[in-house]
């Protein structure tokens, strides 16, 4: 008898669990897609990103081949965004300047992600690590970020690997605030004193228990830092100080546009309207995982549509 | 308060001084040996040898930092090789069109952000609100050097208005001056007052709920005085704090744009040295940058007693 009863109402308990779990999906993507900021950040997302890995297989030019008789024509027929100065197809040039200008702004979110999340756990885990790491971050973060780049890369040397590597440890801080943050949070909770009650090593504590928390702030601080590098990327490549020339990107572009601005309008034109759909496709995502994830934010976002 | 002053002071050492470590570092960690940068390849291993003790980099590192940082702090930032004179001098020879940009930057972006982000918190929800705001998210996506460079062509080269380029020191003439100015200063003001017409409008939309603002109201007081010496004056602590932030974007921008529209400034004086791996500039302007950056916002926390009470209160 008291088997059959605690078997019905295990398969009970089962049967709620399902249609809350049911519930809770449905208010997710009720969420997500009521949630147009994100929405649109996501399409724009997706379209650059195919921009750049089908785009050169689309386009019939070579992003080197010069041809002095073909110097800045206007968009036409032949050359649909018209040509630069060195008479290089400009959508060609482009096309595989997304490659370079989103392949570094993602590397760089990455490598800022991963070192940030490291250096915030740890340091949000031992109080005396705290001290020595977040005093470094404040140095660092003091500096404005496009000075610092420009003097690593000055020591560096000018190549697309120390870009992103210049880049990443100028973002590094601000990740690692964050997730320290969220770990000092974390790891006041009963839970943890638990798993440390039952003699739990803080390896185990911090990357299967404070870790995963921490991952939402993170993402939607990643989703910035891709945003924030992909303009200081460009910011760097157009004062000559970024991606060598003549590889394209973005920034690349807007340099050599820059010397004849008074003459091709399209070089400057183009890449810009680029850079700023690509910044803005991110930082509308960026928003958005922000209102979704963090229960406060998506409230006070429901209040103010009621309003 | 001075207690505060104090121990806010105090907290800025340690930043501080990893901020030097950092720089220096950044520097010591260029390939190559700097001496036969300096001297080109041509250089005998002779030449090299002595230029490398004239400059001490034959010393252990914590020497040359130590040499260094001592030298810094009674004011001298070394000499600039090709240039032939102190890099304390070269800064000063380049502040001048660099703090008339920021300043006239920031007064634009204020102008901008402070009536746009009140009118949007008073109307939220309207079609105004909803205005506001899309300009301010468009303007967090367009970098300064992009509006800088849409601006030539849209104002410099299609309408001719506004010279494009060049600089004209305030002696030649206010107007002649400013007019050099108005394009940089616009392009990097624009986006600045995106971020600071958010902050307004939500440090706005905050303080007019509270209950003191009923309050002030059914008293009868005056819809202008209501907002501009109850509510913004309450509002101002964020948006202050904003202001402080964006000094540190303002100066990265400046260095763009500077480039731009060629603008004798500090921005361009570290583009040229970075070309001409002219390492002492870049260290010291990297240094003299942040650490104006750091007092700013040092200032700025010194003002919020000034404008709040209770800051100053509080702290005691």
Redesign the interface.
């Known amino acids: 008898m008291d088997a059959l009863g605690s078997n019905a109402k295990r398969l009970e308990l089962s049967q709620v669990k399902q249609t809350l779990k049911k519930e809770q999906r449905r208010l997710q993507q009720r969420r997500f897609l009521s949630n147009t900021l994100m929405l649109t950040g996501n399409i724009i997302i997706v379209l650059i990103t195919a921009f750049a890995l089908v785009g050169p297989y689309l386009v019939s030019y070579d992003p080197y081949e010069m041809d002095p008789v073909k110097r800045l024509q206007p968009p036409g027929a032949e050359h649909l965004l018209g040509t630069d100065n060195f008479g290089r197809d400009l959508l060609t040039r482009i096309v595989y300047g997304a490659r370079v200008s989103i392949g570094v702004g993602f590397s760089v979110a990455l490598i800022s992600a991963a070192a940030g999340m490291v250096i915030g756990l740890y340091s949000g885990y031992y109080r005396a690590l705290d001290q020595v790491l977040m005093?470094?971050c404040?140095?660092?973060m003091?500096?404005?970020?496009?000075?610092?780049a420009?003097?690593?890369?000055?020591?560096?040397?000018p190549m697309t690997e120390n870009v992103i590597i210049a880049l990443g440890i100028v973002f590094i801080p601000y990740v690692a605030r964050i997730v320290r943050s969220a770990t000092l949070v974390v790891r006041e909770e009963t839970y943890i004193e638990a798993m440390k009650a039952q003699g739990a090593s803080a390896t185990r504590i911090i990357w299967m228990h404070i870790a995963p928390n921490t991952l939402s702030p993170l993402v939607v601080q990643a989703t910035f830092i891709f945003?924030d590098a992909i303009?200081t990327e460009?910011?760097l490549s157009?004062?000559?100080?970024g991606v060598p020339t003549p590889d394209p990107s973005w920034g690349n572009i807007?340099y050599d546009?820059?010397l004849v601005?008074?003459k091709a309008?399209w070089m400057?034109?183009f890449p810009?309207i680029l850079?700023?759909l690509t910044?803005?496709g991110l930082?509308?995502a960026g928003d958005g995982i922000r209102d979704m994830v963090d229960p406060h934010s998506s409230l006070s976002f429901k209040r103010?549509k009621k309003? | 308060m001075n207690l505060y002053l104090v121990k806010r002071i105090l907290a800025l050492i340690p930043v501080l001084f990893v901020v030097s470590v950092v720089i220096f570092l950044i520097i010591h960690i260029t390939p190559g040996d700097p001496a036969s940068v300096i001297l080109g390849e041509s250089a005998t291993a002779q030449d090299v040898e002595a230029l490398r003790q004239q400059l001490g980099l034959d010393l252990p590192m914590y020497q040359q930092y130590m040499n260094w940082i001592l030298d810094v702090l009674r004011g001298d930032l070394g000499e600039s090789y090709f240039m032939k004179e102190s890099v304390s001098e070269a800064i000063f020879s380049h502040l001048q069109p660099t703090l008339s940009l920021a300043i006239l930057a920031q007064i634009i972006a204020l102008l901008i952000a402070i009536p746009l982000g009140i009118t949007a918190a008073l109307r939220r929800g309207t079609a105004a609100d909803q205005t506001v705001m899309g300009f301010s998210l468009l303007g967090m996506a367009i970098p300064s050097f992009l509006l800088a460079l849409f601006l030539i062509l849209l104002v410099g080269v299609k309408l001719q208005w506004l010279p494009v380029a060049g600089y004209k020191p305030l002696e030649a003439g206010l107007w002649t001056h400013l007019k050099y100015l108005i394009l940089p200063a616009v392009s990097l003001g624009a986006i600045q007052s995106a971020l600071i017409t958010r902050m307004t409008r939500s440090s706005m939309l905050e303080v007019l709920n509270m209950n003191y603002m009923k309050a002030a109201r059914s008293k009868g007081v005056k819809d202008r005085q209501l907002i501009y010496k109850h509510a913004l004056r309450n509002a101002f602590l964020p948006i202050l704090t904003v202001i402080g932030q964006t000094f540190g974007g303002l100066v990265t921008g400046a260095v763009v744009t500077e480039t731009i529209f060629n603008i004798p400034g500090i921005g361009q004086l570290i583009i040229n040295s970075v070309e001409r791996r002219d390492y002492e500039v870049i260290q010291g302007v990297v240094l003299f940058v942040t650490c104006a950056y750091v007092f700013i916002n040092l200032i700025v926390d010194i003002l919020y007693g000034v404008i709040d009470p209770r800051v100053r209160l509080e702290r005691k």
């Open positions: 005093r470094i404040d140095g660092l003091a500096i404005p970020g496009i000075l610092l420009i003097a690593l890369v000055a020591a560096l040397g945003a303009i460009a910011a157009f004062l000559g100080a807007l546009g820059k601005i008074f309008w400057t034109v810009g850079i700023i910044v803005m930082n509308f103010k309003k």
